[in-house]
């Protein structure tokens, strides 16, 4: 007891501006509204719970004895760190382990040999968060500023003309809308002959292939991961 007093004194666990909070010990973390009015009612939700069993199953019996009962999913502090996924559609919690370091400091004051620098290396969640996002999906990438990057050592503002034999590559999305509302065009045909002649203009006698790529969503993409977000 003597040990734990210490150890509650020596992170100040008990020196909150706010007694009335509900904090865990374990990694400071502050209880929601939510998680606080379920920790301190638990007791009182069971006995609702069990009035209601008793009413409906042996006074009144209106449900079958053997019925099976609803679990009740109070939030605990758990549930701070969880986000949940759908895989294959299953709805399945993800959390990251905020509670490594505490893990960590412990083992090393006992005295066991820790390779900090080696256990840093790894990620504390079960995908890598700099690449992926909670729910599985690749994160956004800001393709404004790799173009800033790939256009800042540019010293002219179009292509020069190459003596050896290339091709072309053409954003078709980006070329819809430079071209916009061709002068003359009434209709989605006077559009889609505009974008040709568009295309075809970059042929020469050194640039024999055009590629037009129009976007695409693939299952394993970021485009793919942005639609499926939004749906």
Known sequence: MTMMVEQFQRFHAFQQVNPNNLITLTTGDLATDEIANDLKNA??????????????????QNKPFHDSLKKSKSKTFSTLYKGDVV?????????PDRDIFRKIIVSMESGRPINIEEILQHELCSVPLSLVTMSYSLRL?????????????AKANTLMQSDLTTCTIIDAMALVRAIGKPHGSHTFGNLADAFIQSVKCHLSETCTRVDVVFDQYKQHSIKCGTRMDFA
């Open 43 to 60: 007791q009182d939700n069971g006995q609702v719970k069990l009035n209601t069993f008793v009413t409906e199953r042996l006074a009144t």
């Open 87 to 95: 895989a294959k559609k299953k709805t399945q919690p993800v959390k």
């Open 141 to 153: 990438t800001n393709k404004a500023e790799l173009a800033k990057i790939l256009e800042g050592g």
